[in-house]
């Protein structure tokens, strides 16, 4: 009787407590909880979605889709405007939208096609049975891949951060230039263009990095960046544009040594320390891929990097990129026998940007064979050579062989200075595994003194000069030859 008790008046006392709350907390929290419970769905997977055709779209009205630097350059040398340089049409892009419950992440005008995310539930027949879809392609898992987001450039913030530097321009204005430490590189290459004046102008540069360091200064370590060095770039106005593929923005500052470093041996100027063979040329800095992943996905976003230097009029393209080896997924690594120069999408895009007027010069990937992009026929492949002390010979780097695509071109096209190289703070690098940039500048030199030369041309010209030396090593740039040839 007594605990019958007991239960009675504990039930009045919780009657009254849960009487006397608000009872607007519990619909709160209820609403709160609802809202967990049913979340939008979030879109992993990948899928490329290929266009029949380009739609009603005027091709004569190339300002819509081209800088103007791009179309004077095309009518300079007589590069044709075709459906390759028109956008995936605007309408596809919205009908896919309305469809299905996709996220659009961006697109590719050379291969006419459009990256979605989707759900897992997600049903690819609701979309292949529109009219202008011609297949659609699985493209795997998406990690951290952001939208493409038409946000403000932040080349006129690095513009505007650079000229709060002095700018050492008027140095290449005296009649004698100490090349400093780059000195080395244009003995190298036999290219005494630079010495004459030819230091790039004319020429825009696309630099492909994981990052660029811009806002992280020089330190008392010599670590960071010397923005005293690329000043000149924001006096100038030589940076047109930046864009992190990745990301889906325009900030291309993260902490990686990539970019940075490529600037530097490009376009730096350091009175009688270092002064860059294409130091005048203008740039554009992007960043395709992200430092902690690799996705196919990642491919596409380098051929979206390439279409956009194109849109823009840009000369050459320096990259170190390579695809299909060691995807996180090995499911979607790209197999030898497809290493042909014309199957993967980095590597056809590699040719189709050839027909438009740029040069890829691409660093030969550690993995022995060439990996696209660096099988395509129009990558300029430079393959490292270690700088032991300049003046007593050099040996091949640690990784890098002459080997056979599928189809039995040879890789690389070219020696480049790749170990123990000074940088613009006379501090030697053991190894910096980014030949191609002194490959890049040097040619934008060549380019610059050759300015009415189409790509085709100085692409045919470089290997016309190319020459072997006393000690077996092959393929190395004669610069001054190739003036010779071509003037």
């Given at each position: 009787?007594?605990?019958?008790?007991?239960?009675?008046?504990?039930?009045?006392?919780?009657?009254?407590?849960?009487?006397c709350r608000d009872t607007s907390l519990d619909a709160e929290l209820y609403s709160a909880y609802?809202?967990?419970?049913?979340?939008?769905?979030?879109?992993?997977?990948?899928?490329?979605?290929?266009?029949?055709?380009?739609?009603?779209?005027?091709?004569?009205?190339?300002?819509?889709?081209l800088s103007k630097e791009a179309i004077d350059k095309r009518a300079k040398h007589a590069i044709t405007t075709d459906q390759l340089d028109l956008p995936v049409y605007q309408?596809?892009?919205d009908e896919i939208k309305t469809t299905a419950d996709i996220e659009v992440m961006f697109a590719t005008r050379w291969f006419n096609a459009l990256v979605i995310a989707t759900g897992k539930d997600f049903d690819k027949k609701e979309l292949e049975a529109l009219g202008f879809v011609q297949k659609i392609e699985s493209f795997g898992e998406r990690k951290e891949l952001h939208s493409y987001e038409e946000g403000a450039n932040s080349t006129e913030r690095i513009t505007q951060k650079l000229t709060g530097y002095a700018s050492n321009s008027e140095y290449l204005s005296?009649?004698?230039?100490?090349?400093?430490?780059?000195?080395?590189?244009?003995?190298?290459?036999?290219?005494e263009l630079p010495q004459q004046g030819f230091l790039g102008q004319g020429i825009t540069i696309a630099l492909m990095g994981q990052g660029f360091l811009l806002d992280f200064e020089i330190?008392?370590?010599?670590?960071?960046?010397?923005?005293?060095?690329?000043?000149?770039?924001?006096?100038?106005?030589?940076?047109?544009?930046?864009?992190?593929?990745?990301r889906g923005d325009h900030e291309v500052d993260t902490r990686s040594?990539?970019?940075?470093?490529?600037?530097?041996?490009?376009?730096?100027i350091?009175?009688?320390?270092?002064v860059a063979p294409a130091c005048k040329a203008k740039y554009a800095l992007y960043v395709p891929e992200s430092s902690d992943q690799e996705e196919a996905v990642d491919e596409l976003l380098w051929v979206s990097a390439l279409e956009r230097a194109d849109s823009l009029g840009v000369h050459i393209v320096n990259s170190r990129n390579i695809f299909g080896s060691h995807f996180d997924d090995p499911n979607r690594n790209i197999p030898f026998e497809k290493m042909d120069g014309k199957t993967a999408y980095s590597s056809r895009a590699v040719n189709i940007a050839m027909s438009k007027g740029i040069l890829v010069i691409n660093t030969m990937p550690s993995t022995k064979v060439p990996t696209p992009p660096t099988d395509a026929s129009y990558t300029i492949v430079g393959s490292g050579i270690s700088q032991k002390f300049f003046g007593e010979g050099y040996q091949k780097a640690w990784s890098f062989e002459e080997v056979k695509t599928v189809d039995g071109r040879s890789k690389p096209d070219f020696f480049s200075i790749d170990q123990s190289v000074d940088d613009i703070r006379g501090k030697r690098l053991s190894f910096i595994a980014t030949g191609s940039i002194f490959l890049t500048a040097n040619i934008a030199s060549l380019w610059s003194a050759l300015p009415n030369k189409s790509a085709k041309e100085i692409y045919d010209l470089l290997h016309e000069s190319k020459e072997n030396d006393d000690t077996s090593l092959t393929n190395y740039i004669n610069i001054n030859k190739a003036y010779e040839i071509g003037k």
């Open positions: 009787m007594k605990s019958n008790c007991f239960f009675i008046i504990l039930l009045l006392l919780l009657t009254h407590f849960y009487g609802e809202d967990q419970i049913t979340p939008p769905s979030i879109k992993t997977e990948l899928y490329l979605i290929h266009f029949k055709d380009k739609g009603n779209q005027d091709i004569t009205k190339k300002e819509a889709f309408e596809y892009i005296g009649t004698e230039i100490n090349f400093g430490s780059a000195l080395n590189t244009l003995e190298f290459y036999k290219n330190d008392q370590e010599g670590e960071g960046t010397n923005l005293e060095a690329i000043a000149h770039l924001g006096d100038q106005r030589q940076i047109i544009d930046t864009y992190n593929f990745h040594w990539e970019g940075h470093i490529d600037l530097e041996f490009s376009a730096s350091l009175p009688d320390q270092f």
